[in-house]
């Protein structure tokens, strides 16, 4: 298909609104949104951000689920020539509250809530803190309603207003190796052309609608899905969050034909009791991660028969590996793809630092379209993130197979990936010794059938201290968003040290091994 002309998003939506304006762009439960009809939402939203005094660089945050207003206020807020942060749903008050401190905020979008969070009190200290708060589905009170906010003026801003190609068009906050998530900053062109990339290989065209319960938060929605889906006229099938009856239901109903998925999704859609290979049929393509048994289960058991496997990270604007949806399954079940247009590899030796031939197994290296740095506290990380030469230091293992497509081996550093979802260990490990009685603690990953790894803890009580595990959960849930809080909690002595004093992660992921074969034989 012909690459889209447009490199920022606010011009792909107009792109796509003048070359097919009746054509559908996003199907949010029973709204059927066309794309001159979201190019016209999002410029009733930018006009109210011009009158909020939001200009080119300022910020505004999304605390907002898969639905249609996340689209309307993204591309509004791009014609308004600011960045967009999305923002977790799933954060707790204290993680919001770093979130919104670190971003710099000038405008919030927010749910009032989300499932069983309540989000208004957080949403009364944003605006303490000077942050212009819009609700979306609650009665306003002191904010302002969503409903109210902008015009449907035909002409709303000065031409020079809008992002450039360059300009970063999201800052997404990502787990890392550090005690706070990774502010990763994300440029519109490099996006655009990313993620139509992404969308040949899926071998997307107009007629596709891709389902995605994912969310838009992640970079798998925004820097994936969403300008994989665009730059090729294809719809978006939003799902404001996965429950696998809601999902075959929409996938049936609206026929889709992509989905993008991840283990514990593709495995809790086959224990439905409602599942019938008839009723996901009209999957034809899609992306997912995992194991090469995982992704044959998708692709076979979910009848997903042109099913992409993919390698990629924030930092490399979601993907910088996908395999051909035509290629053989076996292929695609071997490896994650070759290399995408304007990504490049090297591998690194983990003992020497050397660089080395890239079929031998080592550190992953990647440089093209990756993140010009980290935003707010994390830009200090910046230096050791990157090569003198541009390259960013993924961690992880893998090499080039004989035919030049990338295959994953495993993970150099500690993060966790808990279906699907990049877990920091230290992040957890700094709420636990918050908790009072825990003098020392160690989190680890250990693999599980259905959620790629589990999180199991190890705490170490202060000198007198007694306590049930279960308070330590108890206060973890008011700490950590749910997908964080560990399987396992596991009260020792002490944790076991290197002979320079340093935490033996080693010994205690064999300890962990074990504790979890365990915890699962029982359960079993």
Not at 239 to 247: H, K, S, T, V
Not at 271 to 280: G, Q
Request: glycine content about 8%; some cysteine.
């Amino acid at each position: 298909m012909t690459p889209p002309f447009s490199r920022t998003f606010q011009d792909l939506l107009r792109e796509n609104a003048l070359l097919s304006p009746d054509a559908v762009a996003v199907i949010d439960g029973d709204q059927c949104v066309t794309f001159s009809e979201l190019h016209a939402r999002a410029q009733k939203v930018a006009f109210g951000l011009a009158a909020a005094n939001v200009s080119r660089g300022d910020r505004v945050g999304a605390l907002l689920s898969n639905r249609v207003e996340w689209l309307e206020v993204c591309f509004g807020a791009f014609m308004a020539g600011a960045t967009v942060v999305p923002i977790s749903t799933w954060s707790t008050s204290q993680e919001l509250a770093f979130l919104l401190e670190d971003a710099e905020l000038a405008v919030l979008f927010a749910l009032g809530s989300f499932g069983e969070r309540d989000f208004l009190p957080d949403l009364h200290a944003a605006a303490a803190c000077g942050i212009h708060v819009v609700v979306v589905d609650s009665p306003p009170g002191k904010f302002d309603a969503y409903q109210d906010f902008g015009s449907p003026a035909a002409d709303l801003q000065p031409p020079d207003a809008s992002s450039s190609a360059s300009d970063d068009a999201f800052i997404l906050y990502t787990s890392g190796s550090t005690n706070h998530p990774k502010g990763v900053r994300l440029k519109h062109f490099a996006i655009i052309e990313n993620g139509f990339n992404i969308g040949e290989r899926q071998g997307l065209g107009p007629r596709d609608r891709v389902f995605l319960s994912a969310p838009l938060f992640w970079a798998y929605g925004s820097a994936n899905a969403l300008p994989a889906a665009f730059t090729h006229g294809s719809a978006l099938v939003l799902a404001d969050r996965f429950e696998a009856g809601r999902a075959l239901d929409a996938i049936e109903a609206n026929q889709c034909t992509a989905i993008y998925t991840l283990p514990a999704m593709t495995a809790a859609l086959l224990r439905h009791e409602h599942f019938n290979k008839r009723r996901t049929a009209s999957l034809r393509t899609g992306l997912t991660i995992g194991s090469r048994e995982e992704f044959l289960l998708a692709a076979q058991a979910l009848g997903v028969d042109e099913l992409c496997n993919v390698y990629g990270a924030t930092e490399t604007y979601g993907n910088c590996a996908v395999t051909w949806h035509h290629w053989p399954l076996d292929r695609r079940a071997s490896t994650q793809g070759t290399m995408l247009p304007g990504q490049e590899i090297q591998v690194r030796n983990p003992e020497t630092g050397k660089i080395i031939n890239p079929h031998e197994p080592g550190l992953i290296e990647i440089r093209g379209h990756v993140t010009p740095g980290y935003w707010g506290k994390s830009a200090a990380l910046n230096a050791d993130a990157f090569t003198a030469d541009g390259f960013y230091k993924t961690g992880d293992i893998g090499k080039l197979d004989n035919d030049g497509a990338f295959v994953f081996v495993g993970r150099a550093t500690d993060m966790i990936k808990r279906a699907g979802i990049n877990v920091s260990p230290a992040e957890i490990e700094s709420s636990l010794v918050k908790f009072p009685g825990i003098e020392a603690a160690a989190v680890v990953g250990v693999p599980h059938a259905t959620r790629g790894e589990a999180i199991m803890a190890f705490i170490v009580p202060n000198a007198g201290s007694t306590f049930p595990v279960t308070e330590v959960f108890e206060f973890l849930r008011h700490q950590l968003s749910k997908y964080k809080i560990p399987d396992w909690i596991e009260m020792v002595g002490a944790l076991p040290l290197t002979s320079t004093g340093k935490v033996h992660k080693k010994q205690i992921k064999d300890d962990a091994l074990a504790l979890a074969a365990l915890h699962l034989g029982q359960k079993s």
